[in-house]
Nanobody, 118 residues
Framework: QVQLVESGGGLVQAGGSLRLSCAAS????????MGWYRQAPGKQRELVAR???????DYAESVKGRFTISRDNAKNMVYLQMNSLKPEDTAVYYC????????????WGKGTLVTVSS
């Protein structure tokens, strides 16, 4: 019903920047909750940034002040601007969409790899 395609990952040196993009297609609604998650090898997937409500954006404490999530509802695009990257940011980053009032209904992209070297 919803297809998500991430792009923008790659190799970057510590202190550098990357901008990730998520293109959403299919049945996308303006009320959908959209966000970014990441998963490093051997670790659980964790929330990076998310539009959790009309007036609230949630960021992981580890990325707060360095990453910025944004969206273009007209184009069904979600972005993640990542600045001051650290080696510990290395992970596969996933775009996520969840229905506002339908618990358990969510969609994932295949992910894009971000590698930060020392």
């Amino acid at each position: 019903q919803v297809q998500l395609v991430e792009s923008g990952g790659g190799l970057v040196q510590a202190g550098g920047s990357l901008r990730l993009s998520c293109a959403a297609s299919g049945s996308i609604f303006s009320s959908d909750i959209m966000g970014w998650y990441r998963q490093a090898p051997g670790k659980q997937r964790e929330l990076v940034a998310r539009f959790s409500s009309v007036a609230r954006i949630d960021y992981a404490e580890s990325v707060k002040g360095r990453f910025t999530i944004s969206r273009d509802n007209a184009k069904n695009m979600v972005y993640l601007q990542m600045n001051s990257l650290k080696p510990e940011d290395t992970a596969v980053y996933y775009c996520n969409v969840a229905r506002r009032w339908l618990d358990g209904i969510e969609y994932w992209g295949k992910g894009t790899l971000v590698t930060v070297s020392s």
